[in-house]
């Protein structure tokens, strides 16, 4: 039996490269909750819940989700064989509802911890095992000016690093962004894939004329042009206008996904692990999705390194990946946390091969960017970390 003898939980704060524009808030810092545990044999295992920005999103926080963690969850490991993933995840399921992110953050850990126990990699203890080695990655231009993102799209298509863009609009009038986004468009031309994130931040009927619009200028997709809990009028978008509705904060784990679905309220579906509740549930959203025939996109919370990775061997496993991913978390912070940085080459990110995630912590950038300032060193459960 595995048993949980160690764990860490704790925040660091990463500055951002540039201001990254959201229609609710300005990113200037990336706050990631980190997990770290290790079982009675010394086996350490890595995970990540993440809020874009540090906000609190939807109900959960980098607070709350260290809280939940530290507080109801790794008392309910305790009494757990932590080498039975899914067995675990279901008693920490039972005791603690909601907190998407923090069970997220978890359930990697454990996974990570499964694959070097086996030798895989996470991507081969998911569905039916990896399917790909690399994951084409968008890149969202979020300045909020257009010249300054045309020139940063262009930057990225010349170093070979993006050639999917998705920009972030929905705090100025609809005829304003539109402009915006033509103007991108028809600067990079062919040689880019362009999409918009509203954010929920447009009514049905400002919805309505910005999805035509924007079709209109050569955007290829829309997300979450209105809020997420209206599947009625996604639906209606879904049905009047042709550019496809990407469902976002609506995805909220499987039983959202079904209802999506089945009112037939996206044409395409943004897989975040973090959102959906971990690895397995996310792959249940791929899967409703893939029956009924919508679109899939690998989405991001903005995680740092380890959440990035860990979508990515989710990801890897998927049959179908119409749209691409937006794994870029890593590269709009000014420093990495790990060892070694994920590799991005050719418009795509590498999926690890090594047992587990692939990955390992740098002990002296976490003494830096962690948040209580003190040496990351694994605790004893009954120190109470």
């Known amino acids: 039996m595995a048993a949980l003898d160690r764990a860490d939980t704790f925040i660091v704060d990463v500055p951002t490269i540039r201001p990254h524009v959201l229609a609710m808030a300005t990113m200037h810092v990336q706050s990631m909750v980190i997990v770290r545990l290790a079982d009675n044999d010394g086996v350490e295992g890595l995970g990540e819940g993440t809020t874009i920005g540090g906000l609190s999103y939807g109900e959960e926080s980098p607070e709350s989700i260290k809280s939940a963690i530290d507080t109801y969850i790794l008392p309910i490991l305790q009494g757990c064989d932590i080498a039975q993933v899914g067995a675990t995840m279901a008693k920490v399921a039972t005791g603690v509802r909601g907190n998407h992110f923090a069970k997220c953050a978890v359930e990697t850990a454990l996974l990570d911890m499964a694959g070097k126990r086996l030798g895989v990699p996470v991507s081969e203890l998911i569905g039916g095992g990896r399917r790909r080695s690399s994951l084409p990655v968008a890149w969202t231009l979020a300045s909020g000016d257009t010249l300054r993102d045309i020139a940063e799209g262009e930057e990225m298509l010349a170093q070979r690093r993006h050639r999917i863009f998705k920009l972030k609009i929905g705090k100025r009038s609809v005829r304003e962004d539109v402009a915006h986004v033509g103007a991108i468009c028809k600067a990079l031309g062919d040689r880019a894939s362009v999409r918009v994130d509203v954010n929920q931040n447009w009514s049905e009927a400002q919805a309505r004329l910005g999805m035509a619009m924007l079709h209109d200028v050569g955007c290829n997709l829309v997300e979450q042009p209105i809020a997420g809990d209206d599947i009625a009028a996604m639906a209606r978008l879904s049905a009047a206008q042709p550019v496809p509705l990407m469902a976002d904060e609506a995805l909220q784990g499987p039983r959202s996904a079904l209802r999506i679905a089945s009112a037939h309220a996206a044409g395409v579906f943004a897989l975040k692990i973090a959102q959906s509740g971990g690895l397995f549930a996310t792959a249940e959203v791929a899967a409703i999705a893939a029956a009924a025939g919508i679109g899939l996109y690998g989405g991001t919370m903005l995680e740092g390194s380890v959440g990035t990775i860990a979508s990515a061997h989710l990801f890897a496993t998927l049959p179908e990946l119409a749209w691409g991913t937006e794994l870029f978390g890593p590269l709009l912070q000014t420093a990495e946390i790990l060892t070694q940085a994920p590799v991005y080459r050719d418009f795509s990110l590498e999926v690890p091969t090594a047992p ?22 694994l605790h004893a459960l009954s120190t109470g970390a």
């Open 356 to 377: 587990g995630l692939g990955i390992a912590l740098d002990e002296d950038k976490l003494a830096h960017f962690r948040r209580d300032r003190t040496a990351p060193t």
